[in-house]
């Protein structure tokens, strides 16, 4: 996976004071605003404001997996959601993880029962999460 990321990952920094219109341009409206773009330049994520390390390191795996999903890299996608499940059970953006991860393998297999262990992971894991009410159809 960090072969992934290493090709597929560019930083690239704007200060707001040095080039006020490359900020603009991205419609920041607060710092540190992390964006992740695919290789269009299209936003695909979005991070504004401070994070601890772990949870800023979640969500930038979230990103390139809604990069991957936007490509329909099914495959990547799942792997990047698994891994952001893995290693950071505990980050506000896991049970979101879990959602898009099921919703990747079934992309991939067409196996509805990848729906429904999203509800039981959710339900069990993460109860409070309001990524429970976005899987309710999946409960049947």
């Known amino acids: 996976m960090a072969a992934f990321i290493e090709q597929n ?3 690239i920094g704007v200060h707001i004071k040095e080039n006020p219109a490359g900020f603009g341009r991205f419609e920041s409206v607060w710092t540190p605003t992390v964006l992740i773009l695919d290789e269009n ?3 695909r994520f979005r991070i504004e ?3 601890p390390k772990d949870d ?3 969500q930038l795996l979230m990103g390139l997996a809604r ?3 936007m490509k329909k890299q099914w ?3 799942e792997k990047l959601f698994q891994q952001i499940i893995d290693k950071y059970p505990t980050a506000s953006i896991a049970p979101a993880a879990v959602y898009w991860l099921g919703v990747s393998k079934y992309q991939r297999t067409h196996d ?3 729906l429904g262990n999203v509800v039981t992971e959710l339900k069990q894991r993460y109860p409070e999460s309001p990524w429970n009410k976005r899987a ?3 409960a049947a």
């Open 112 to 114: 509805h029962h990848a």
């Open 75 to 77: 495959g990547d996608a």
């Open 41 to 43: 330049g299209k936003e």
């Open 136 to 138: 309710i159809p999946w």
């Open 9 to 11: 990952f560019i930083p």
């Open 67 to 69: 990069v991957a999903v």
């Open 56 to 58: 800023f390191s979640a």
């Open 49 to 51: 404001g401070y994070l």
